[in-house]
């Protein structure tokens, strides 16, 4: 059996949504500093919809998969699904990942809701502080 399914092989060969948003509503960004992957997320927002969602992402194929992954997996969407998109959704959504790189779908849920945190405090929008981790907290996943 393949190390990589082929969904992932195409999202990180071909990864979708790739680049910044300049003047994005939102912007997130998540590390694991134990394999140094970094992603980071920029939402465009109109009527609680994404209408735009792009990513940088400086790591491994996994990390790139992951993140490309997610952000098609949010494009289009009610903000109200972008929150509800989970690391479990991401890996399935790729045909699954090894056991030892699960932690790249977690960092792209992570940054989307860091991203969608951000969007949140610019537009004095309340929400759940703990739906939305401080990237400084350290009991976060991406101090893991």
């Known amino acids: 059996m393949a190390l990589y399914s082929e969904k992932v092989m195409d999202h990180f060969r071909n990864p ?3 680049g910044v948003i300049e003047d994005a509503d939102g912007i997130g ?5 134990v394999c140094g992957d970094i992603m980071k997320i920029y939402l465009k927002i109109e009527n609680d919809i994404i209408t735009d969602v792009k990513f940088e992402t400086f790591g ?16 289009g969407k ?8 989970t690391n479990k959704a991401v890996t399935e959504a790729l045909d699954g990942l090894p056991a030892h790189k699960l932690h790249c779908s977690v960092l792209a849920e992570e940054a989307i809701r860091l991203a969608l945190r951000d969007y949140f405090d610019k537009n004095n929008i309340p929400y759940d502080p703990k739906d939305y981790p401080d990237p400084s907290c350290e009991s976060c996943c991406h101090t893991h």
């Open 78 to 85: 009610p903000i109200k699904e972008a929150m509800a998109l």
């Open 60 to 75: 491994c194929g996994s990390a790139i998969a992951s993140s490309s992954m997610a952000t098609e997996l949010i494009k």
């Open 16 to 18: 979708r949504n790739v």
């Open 29 to 33: 960004e998540a590390g694991n500093p």
